[in-house]
């Protein structure tokens, strides 16, 4: 049997680089830190939340809107109580700064839910000024005449008298802006 001799192949094997398994090596731990430190970070950004969930969220949202209730109105009792946590939360939700040009329909819708009189006559305090022509509008006797002013507006908050034309303020209402619109909050009595 001959032998072959591949000698006369010049054929050269060729070399394996020495820098290919280190790299190859370098790129695998790169990629796994990247993934584990994605992992850790979304966990840590879970534990911050509460539980981890959207149920977690809510419920920190929800004691803290309670907590911003209690030191806006002070104690409140159980009929309000409930109306106060609605109004925080939605603050929470709602960044849109309030539209005072809307608090004056607001107004005159408590109003008329308040009396049960469609037909009641709100005033503004700037209307009194002119007495002669109050009078000269409205009759107190026939006309279900109610006298506003808008004592304050702090906020998201607008706190508003009532009375009768030319007597003493006898009611005194919150109203909060909550879901892009003013809602009654709480009614008081003036002594």
Request: hydrophobic fraction near 40%; charge should be negative.
């Amino acid at each position: 049997m001959p032998e072959d001799d591949f000698g006369s192949l010049d054929y050269q094997p060729k070399k394996k680089s020495k820098y290919l398994m280190p790299a190859l090596i370098v790129a695998i731990v790169v990629v796994v830190s990247i993934v584990v430190f994605i992992i850790v970070l979304m966990g840590r950004n879970a534990d911050k939340s509460g539980l981890g969930d959207e149920q977690g969220i809510e419920q920190e949202k929800q004691g803290q809107a309670e907590e911003t209730a209690q030191d806006i109105s002070g104690p409140v009792d159980a009929e309000t109580d409930t109306a106060g946590e609605e109004s925080d939360q939605s603050e929470e939700k709602d960044s849109i700064p309030p539209d005072y040009d809307l608090l004056e329909t607001a107004i005159y819708s408590w109003l008329i839910d308040r009396i049960g009189d469609p037909a009641v006559i709100m005033v503004h305090t700037d209307e009194l000024e002119d007495v002669e022509g109050f009078f000269e509008r409205f009759s107190l006797e026939e006309d279900n005449v109610i006298v506003y002013q808008v004592q304050s507006t702090d906020d998201q908050f607008a706190t508003v008298a009532f009375g009768l034309p030319y007597s003493e303020w006898s009611t005194r209402v919150v109203f909060i802006w909550r879901d892009r619109e003013w809602s009654f909050l709480r009614e008081e009595t003036i002594q």
